[in-house]
C-alpha cells in the first residue's frame, strides 16, 4: 500500500528578508511572503516560518498519451507516456488552455495522488516509456518533480517536461539535470507580450532556452501558440527564429500551434490555418529544420523531413504515425543524413489513444 502524500512538504529555494518576510527563489516573481500567505502559483506558501510546498504527491490526474501530444515529434515517435499535472501555475496568462488547472485555487482540484515510487512502478507496470509533467507547469511542484524523475530513472523510464521555463539559476540546473526531455513554451518574442499578456519576462525564458541546449543533455523542442495580432507579425516571427537559429542551432525542432477562444481571451478568433503555414514557412527559409504545425488537421506540418533530400521520412497524421523513413541508426533511410532527436530502432505503436487512469485506486 502506497504511503500518503504529505499535507506540506519543505522546499529549499527561498530565504529570509530584513522585513521578516521570507523570499520564494524558485522562480523570478520572487514573492515575499508573511505566515500563512501564498505565492502567485498558489501551491507554494508560507508556513511554520518556511516556505513549503502543498501539491507534493497530488495531482488533477492521470492519463496515458501519445509522446506527440506533449508536443515531441523526435523523442522516441509513436511511444506512450504517463502524464500528470497538479495545480497552480507561475505565470498568468490570459489566453491559458489549460486554465481549468493551472488557475485553479482549490486543492479539491487534486483528485487523485501517488508518490514518486508508485508513479515510477505504475509506468513501468503500463510500459510506458516516459513519464510527462504537463497540464500546468512542473516548476511549481520541483521537487515532487525531481523525486519522481529520479524514481523513473531506476527503473528506465524517461522524465519529459511542458514548461514554460520560468524559473531561476540554481532550481533550473537541479530540475533539468533530472529530465530527459522538454518542451517549453516561448509564447512569442516581445517583451511586451510577457509582461502583458502572461505576467513574466521573455528574457528569463530565452535563458532557460539556452541553459538546456548549452549546458544538459536534456532532447529539447519549443511550442508557440500563435495569437492573431498578438504574436503572429512577420517581423515577430523572423526575429524569433533567427534566434532559435543563432543561439540554439538548426535542430531544435520548433512546433507552432493554432490558439482557440479561451480564459480571458475569448474575443479573439481562431488562428487561420494559412498563419501557421506562413509561420513554418518563415521558419524553414530560416533554417530551421524541423518545423511543424499543431491544433489542426495537417498532415505535411506535422510530419518530419529529411534537411538534405527533402524526402518525407515520419508520416504523421494528427497524433498516429504512418511511414517510417528512419533506419536503425537514426539516419534517413533515402541519403543516410543523421536526423536530429532520440529514436528507437523501431518506432512505437502507441498511436492516437489517450487512457486516464486512476492510481490512488
Not at 508556513?47 to 490526474?61: A, C, D, H, P, W
Not at 492573431?228 to 512577420?234: I, K, R
Not at 536503425?328 to 528507437?344: E, L, M, N, V
Request: charged content about 25%; proline content about 5%.
Amino acid at each position: 500500500m502506497q504511503d500518503s502524500p504529505p499535507v506540506i512538504h519543505p522546499t529549499k529555494y527561498w530565504h529570509r528578508c530584513d522585513d521578516g518576510r521570507l523570499q520564494c527563489d524558485l522562480c523570478p516573481r520572487y514573492c515575499r511572503l508573511r505566515e500563512g500567505q501564498r505565492g502567485l502559483c498558489y501551491v507554494r506558501g508560507r508556513e511554520q516560518n518556511e516556505i513549503v510546498l502543498y501539491s507534493y504527491g497530488r495531482s488533477s490526474g492521470f492519463c496515458i498519451d501519445p509522446i506527440e501530444k506533449k508536443p515531441l515529434n523526435h523523442f522516441y515517435p509513436g511511444s506512450s507516456v504517463l502524464s500528470f499535472g497538479t495545480a497552480g501555475c507561475n505565470l498568468a496568462c490570459k489566453f491559458c488552455q489549460n486554465w481549468d488547472m493551472s488557475k485553479s485555487r482549490e486543492m479539491d482540484t487534486l483528485a487523485d495522488q501517488a508518490m514518486p515510487e508508485e508513479l515510477a512502478n505504475t509506468a513501468k507496470r503500463l510500459q510506458c516509456d516516459s513519464i510527462a509533467f504537463t497540464y500546468n507547469d512542473p516548476i511549481i511542484f520541483l521537487e515532487y518533480a525531481v523525486d519522481t524523475a529520479q524514481a523513473c530513472r531506476e527503473q528506465g523510464i524517461h522524465s519529459v517536461a511542458v514548461s514554460a521555463g520560468y524559473i531561476t539559476a540554481a532550481p533550473r540546473e537541479l530540475f533539468f539535470n533530472n529530465i530527459d526531455a522538454a518542451n517549453i513554451d516561448l509564447k512569442a518574442f516581445n517583451s511586451r507580450f510577457y509582461k502583458k499578456l502572461c505576467g513574466g519576462e521573455l528574457e528569463n525564458v530565452l535563458e532557460t532556452l539556452q541553459y538546456i541546449n548549452q549546458e544538459t543533455d536534456v532532447w529539447l523542442e519549443i511550442t508557440t501558440l500563435l495569437i492573431p495580432g498578438q504574436n503572429d507579425s512577420e517581423k515577430e516571427l523572423h526575429a524569433m527564429t533567427q534566434w532559435i537559429s543563432d543561439k540554439l542551432g538548426d535542430d531544435v525542432p520548433l512546433h507552432f500551434t493554432a490558439f482557440h477562444p479561451d480564459w480571458k481571451m475569448q474575443d479573439i478568433k481562431a488562428t487561420p490555418h494559412d498563419t501557421l503555414i506562413r509561420a513554418r514557412s518563415i521558419a524553414i527559409d530560416n533554417g530551421l529544420n524541423y518545423v511543424y504545425t499543431g491544433n489542426v488537421h495537417d498532415p505535411q506540418g506535422s510530419s518530419t523531413y529529411c534537411p538534405n533530400c527533402k524526402s518525407r521520412i515520419i508520416e504523421r497524421d494528427w497524433y498516429e504515425l504512418g511511414e517510417w523513413g528512419l533506419n536503425d541508426k537514426g539516419q534517413c533511410s533515402h541519403c543516410d543524413t543523421p536526423i536530429a532527436g532520440r529514436f528507437a530502432a523501431r518506432p512505437g505503436d502507441w498511436g492516437a489513444r489517450r487512457v486516464p487512469i486512476r492510481i490512488s485506486a
